[in-house]
């Protein structure tokens, strides 16, 4: 009963928050609502599935510890050495003194054509708030990080979902990760794939491995 409750409360705010940017039209992703409760065994399945994306290098790479150093992989080996000309965000994420991500990482929503060139986004380029951390962790460490409000920007179920779907209206770093272009390898799934999971995974009240 308890989660039936929820999953009705959920559902109203996932309509509340995507509303808006259906009616502008700027995504065609489209948010399926729970119709019937969601348990614990089909949260954790959603749960894997998003580890996968998350710990991807498209994602992780951003993720990064308190270093402040972004990470390039090579997609040919899968390994990971840290970004190449000395860059380092400093404690703004944002870019060193004087040098910031955006100087080379151009904010555009055009495609990523070119190897090797700096990838680009609809939003400024800059490494996640260094609580995000992903780069490296476990599945447990990422799980109980996404579902801290006190450590993923003060978000609950509803906000997660709403992250991704506003994201993808500024053609942002999620969007990116899922069509990376250039030669890059594209986080797992789709990227419709991933909001369902994340729909699934919170109404499911967040289900983390070692619960
Ligand atoms: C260019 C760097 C960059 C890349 C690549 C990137 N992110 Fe992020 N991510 C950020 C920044 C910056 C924020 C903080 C923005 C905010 O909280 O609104 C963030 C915040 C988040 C958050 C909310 C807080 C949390 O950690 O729970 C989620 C979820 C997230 N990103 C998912 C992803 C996924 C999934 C991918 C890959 C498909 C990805 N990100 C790729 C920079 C990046
Ligand atoms: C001097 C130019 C330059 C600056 C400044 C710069 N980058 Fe880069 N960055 C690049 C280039 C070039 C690549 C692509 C390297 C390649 O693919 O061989 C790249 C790639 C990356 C990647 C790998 C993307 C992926 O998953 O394939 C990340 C992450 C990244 N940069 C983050 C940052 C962040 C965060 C900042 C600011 C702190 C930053 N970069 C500043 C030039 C720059």
Not at 85 to 106: D, F, K, P, Q, V
């Amino acid at each position: 009963m308890n989660r039936i409750v929820k999953t009705v409360i959920f559902a109203l705010g996932v309509m509340c928050v995507t509303a808006p940017l259906f009616a502008e039209g700027e995504t065609d992703l489209v948010v399926t609502q729970p119709t019937t409760p969601i348990s614990t065994e089909q949260g954790m399945a959603a749960w894997d599935r998003i580890y996968a994306v998350a710990s991807h290098p498209r994602c992780a790479n951003c993720h990064v510890d308190a270093r402040n150093i972004p990470i390039w992989t090579d997609d040919a080996t899968g390994m990971d050495r840290v970004h190449g000309m000395h860059i380092n965000a400093g404690e703004s994420r944002l870019g060193a003194e004087g040098l910031m991500c955006a100087t080379c990482h151009m904010t555009s929503t055009r495609p990523n054509t070119i190897e090797h060139a700096p990838p680009h986004a609809g939003i400024p380029w800059q490494l996640a708030p260094v609580e995000f951390l992903w780069h490296g962790q476990s599945s447990v460490d990422i799980c109980e990080q996404m579902r801290d409000a006190d450590r993923n920007g003060g978000r609950d179920g509803a906000g997660l979902v709403e992250h991704i779907l506003h994201d993808v209206s500024l053609g942002g770093f999620i969007a990116w990760g899922f069509n990376p272009g250039a030669g890059r390898e594209p986080a797992p799934g789709t990227l419709q794939n991933h909001l369902d999971d994340m729909i699934t995974w919170t109404a499911a009240s967040m289900p983390c491995p070692n619960d």
